[in-house]
């Protein structure tokens, strides 16, 4: 995976990162964050991927309830990942309005 900083405005840095084909964007994009020390973050544009697993932590199971999507898929929605404090679960907050 390539990625550049593009600018830091009060602390905000936004980043453009991009996966070669046969990364795992997971994989990339959890390496970037320890890279560059981010703890939250949001996403926008995530482009276009020949599969992709969306899944969410059910509490009630305890467990990760998880879609499988085969063939090529374009998000144009707009993740936000933040860390429960309560239980310091890593969440993901989805915006299908593709707006940041």
Not at 29 to 42: H, Q, V
Request: net charge positive; glycine share 10%; with cysteine.
């Amino acid at each position: 995976m390539k990625i550049q900083q593009l600018h830091e405005v009060d602390g905000r840095r936004t980043f453009a990162p991009v996966c070669d084909r046969g990364n795992d964007p997971v994989e990339a994009l959890t390496a970037a964050a320890k890279r560059f020390d981010l703890s939250a973050a949001s996403l926008t544009g995530i482009g276009a991927f020949s599969g992709v697993t969306l899944g969410f932590f059910d509490r009630g199971r305890r467990d990760y309830a998880r879609r499988v999507i085969r063939g090529r898929v374009e998000s144009p929605a707009t993740l936000r990942r933040k860390t429960d404090p309560a239980t310091g679960l890593a969440l993901l907050d989805i915006d299908w309005s593709g707006s940041p």
